[in-house]
């Protein structure tokens, strides 16, 4: 297949290109990018794609999309949420390892590789386990798991309680060159919390996890990382001190990057409204400061990467009393729209929303991905920025429908995402 996208607006960081462009695909790699009507001579296209209008840019890298397979299909399939990823501009998803089984033998991430590479949609590439069965005490074969498939290790959402197993861990990872995705949690401050501890929840009623949680975690983490050197990667950031304390040692030298959820982007603890258990999420919105502070460390490079921390919850889990409530938001298919929001509200450029969307987390795992540059693996994402839609069941394809945004106009929609080459996913003409 020998694709041409013409017309569009092309926006790629990594070679300085921030103009209109066509962009020249052949044998699912990039030709060229080059002005209009200097596309090499020798390239003759099957399909032309008319971009008049649209920004193209590289394919996003989602660092957080729970897929659900295996053993939550009843919630989502892999075909699904995949499906729901291209709807996005998403071509590139990693998943984290609790599922059931766990991602903890070498199989299993075999298993999912090769099931998602049978779809021939977006590419997965899995989190391995950190411990046996996420349960903190044994460490996996991290090197046969990365020999399977797997960028990274975590532990999701289950602390590591033992702290020498934690530096066990980080030896063993650092040993192989390994990155650890870690979210900064502190169990015993944090149990039983389903929303910020502050005045807000005292109000509601509701059980507090404090900012606490957050940074007493990061300093243990942060400890072991100056003794054993391992790159890690810290996940979902939500409070104000939180990227002050990742601001500080990256500063240091800390072989340290940082994500966050595209809802702590724009929403806070008030957002949870009457008791609206679509707005129950880990970690918690937290206060207008903490929203402020994560605004502004995306800006100045403390946070290096937005990511969906997509969580389809079903009816069941999700239609209870919040505090019942099961905690978890789809968010594949509004990544780049809610991030064009906030890059318009902060007068951000296009080539940082890039970076954050794209370049930085293929960095991050090690890709070959995040750019446009010839002889790359030819993921675009085409995006209408004047596309008005509004967030409802009927407009999202992902399983999982439950989203605090659920009701929100934006402005600005994907209308097409090419994958190695081939046209995946098109509302162009609808």
């Not at 349960?135 to 046969?144: D, P």
């Not at 940082?352 to 890709?367: F, T, W």
Request: net charge negative.
């Amino acid at each position: 297949m020998r694709l041409l996208i013409t017309g569009g607006h092309v926006i790629d960081p990594a070679q300085q290109i921030d103009a209109p462009m066509d962009v020249a695909v052949a044998a699912g790699r990039v030709v060229a990018v080059c002005p209009s009507g200097e596309i090499p001579d020798d390239f003759s296209p099957n399909r032309v794609v008319d971009a008049k209008g649209l920004w193209v840019m590289p394919g996003l890298v989602d660092l957080s999309a729970r897929l659900r397979e295996p053993g939550y299909e009843y919630r989502a399939t892999l075909e699904s949420e995949i499906q729901a990823a291209l709807a996005g501009g998403i071509t590139s998803l990693v998943c984290p390892p609790d599922t059931d089984p766990v991602l903890d033998e070498p199989g299993l991430i075999e298993m999912l590789k090769f099931k998602a590479q049978q779809l021939n949609l977006s590419k997965v590439y899995p989190l391995g386990a950190l411990t046996t069965g996420l349960n903190g005490e044994v460490i996996t074969e991290m090197a046969e798991l990365t020999e399977a498939g797997c960028v990274g290790f975590s532990q999701a959402e289950n602390p590591v309680y033992d702290t020498k197993v934690l530096q066990r861990a980080m030896l063993y990872a650092k040993s192989f060159g390994l990155t650890l995705f870690l979210r900064p949690i502190e169990p015993h401050l944090s149990k039983g919390g389903v929303a910020h501890a502050g005045a807000y929840a005292s109000r509601m009623g509701l059980n507090g996890i404090p900012v606490i949680a957050e940074t007493i975690a990061l300093q243990r983490h942060f400890e072991l990382v100056r003794t054993t050197g391992v790159r890690l990667h810290v996940c979902r950031i939500s409070s104000a001190r939180g990227v002050q304390m990742v601001r500080d040692a990256k500063a240091e030298g800390l072989p340290i990057t940082c994500d966050v959820g595209i809802h702590h982007v724009h929403m806070t603890d008030l957002d949870i409204g009457f008791f609206d258990p679509r707005a129950h999420l880990l970690p918690p919105l937290r206060e207008q400061r903490d929203r402020d502070a994560i605004r502004a460390g995306l800006i100045d490079g403390t946070i290096d990467a937005i990511c969906s921390d997509h969580t389809p919850v079903d009816d069941d889990a999700k239609l209870l009393p919040f505090a019942e409530s099961e905690a978890g938001a789809t968010g594949l298919e509004l990544l780049l729209s809610l991030t064009v929001k906030w890059a318009r509200e902060q007068k951000v450029p296009l080539s940082r929303l890039v970076d954050l969307l794209s370049g930085n987390p293929s960095n991050i795992i090690n890709i070959q991905a995040g750019n446009l540059r010839p002889g790359m693996a030819a993921d675009l994402c085409l995006f209408d920025p004047e596309s008005d839609w509004v967030v409802n069941d009927t407009n999202l394809l992902s399983q999982g429908k439950h989203t605090p945004f659920h009701g929100f106009p934006l402005q600005g929609r994907v209308v097409g995402t090419v994958v190695n080459g081939q046209l995946a996913f098109s509302r162009m003409g609808q």
